[in-house]
């Protein structure tokens, strides 16, 4: 074996290995950069908790339920009071009709009395006719039962009064945390005394699943409960909206004195302006809200896929979850003798 005289020299690559450990040792890489305290650390969880919430599309989550809460809204505000008075108001105008028809001399008033034979006769034969398409009607109306939507009504409120106020929660998470940081800029013991417990509640989305799986329940259902309902809807709406120029119709004075019908309109029969009065009144009973909700059902709860609600609030309460864990660390940081022990900001899982 060959002796050894003396310390060996290092060769030059291994000057360069020990050179970049102590190199590295001393400068901190972008992996561990000291953390941001306090008012600073708070507003970039702020930051990035918005960020998560638009990579998790939670907006969407949260315009969903919007869309859902109007249509809960409208069916537990279903027109029982308009059905009443539009059965009250037609059941008036058949009885009017029908006093009209048990003296049709009435249907000839002023200069066409002279001529009441021919003219009353069609005038009766028209409104016969228009009696008739009211029985039809009347059935229709009364085919309309409220009872399975106050059921669903009542369903869809219960479901939301869990699923809202989650989702909202977790939206507005972004937005309180930095309201945390701006009262921390001008109170100085805003942070040290920041309770982090309520936000972390805000986080728990159990009761939320259970929910969306009683609100999904409640699609089954619909096809057979919206569809007769609109058919049925559409008959009254069709039937109300039209009576006024039926009526009319039913006053047109036959060829060849077709000419004359604005003339004798123009006498206001009492049969001709009774009925178009409560014609009127039928036409103003709303039943906006009620067709708005057989809408919203069809077009927005049809095929909701529940999970475009539980998706984005699954991943944006599992990212959030980190972010108070850091937020607690700030706010113990903050207190008299308190101790962040914090791990540097780009060590975290999730930026």
């Known amino acids: 074996k060959p002796e050894c005289h003396g310390p060996q020299r290092l060769g030059l690559p291994t000057i360069w290995v020990f050179r970049w450990f102590f190199n590295a040792a001393a400068m901190p890489s972008s992996d561990r950069q000291p953390p941001i305290k306090g008012v600073q650390g708070v507003k970039v969880i702020a930051t990035k908790l918005r960020q998560d919430a638009e990579d998790s599309n939670l907006e969407s989550a949260n315009v969903m339920v919007d869309k859902i809460e109007v249509i809960k809204d409208q069916a537990n505000t279903l027109p029982i009071d308009q059905l009443r008075r539009t059965k009250e108001i037609m059941a008036q105008w058949k009885e009017s009709l029908q006093d009209g028809l048990s003296d049709p001399g009435e249907f000839a008033s002023g200069d066409m009395a002279a001529c009441s034979g021919w003219y009353s006769s069609v005038v009766e034969k028209n409104l016969r006719a228009l009696l008739a398409e009211y029985a039809d009607f009347e059935d229709v109306l009364t085919a309309i039962e409220l009872e399975p939507f106050v059921d669903l009504g009542h369903r869809m409120k219960k479901a939301m009064d869990s699923i809202t106020p989650t989702v909202k929660g977790l939206a507005d998470l972004p937005t309180r945390i930095q309201g945390i940081a701006n009262e921390a800029e001008d109170k100085d013991d805003r942070l040290r005394n ?158």
């Open 194 to 351: 920041t309770d982090t417990k309520a936000m972390k509640k805000s986080l728990d989305t159990a009761e939320m699943y259970n929910s969306l799986e009683t609100l999904a329940s409640c699609q089954a259902k619909l096809p057979q409960l919206v569809d007769p309902m609109q058919k049925l809807r559409d008959k009254v709406a069709d039937f109300v909206s039209q009576m006024p120029d039926k009526i009319r119709d039913c006053f047109a004075v036959p060829s060849p004195c077709c000419c004359m019908t604005p003339y004798v309109q123009q006498q206001e029969p009492r049969c001709l302006m009774e009925l178009l009065e409560l014609a009127d009144l039928a036409m103003q009973v709303d039943w906006n809200p009620f067709d708005d909700m057989l809408v919203g059902l069809r077009e927005t709860f049809y095929h909701l896929d529940m999970s475009t609600i539980s998706k984005p609030a699954r991943q944006f309460s599992s990212v959030a979850s980190e972010r108070l864990d850091r937020l607690d660390r700030l706010v113990v940081g903050a207190r008299p003798g308190g101790n962040y022990c914090l791990l540097p900001l780009g060590s975290s899982k999730q930026r």
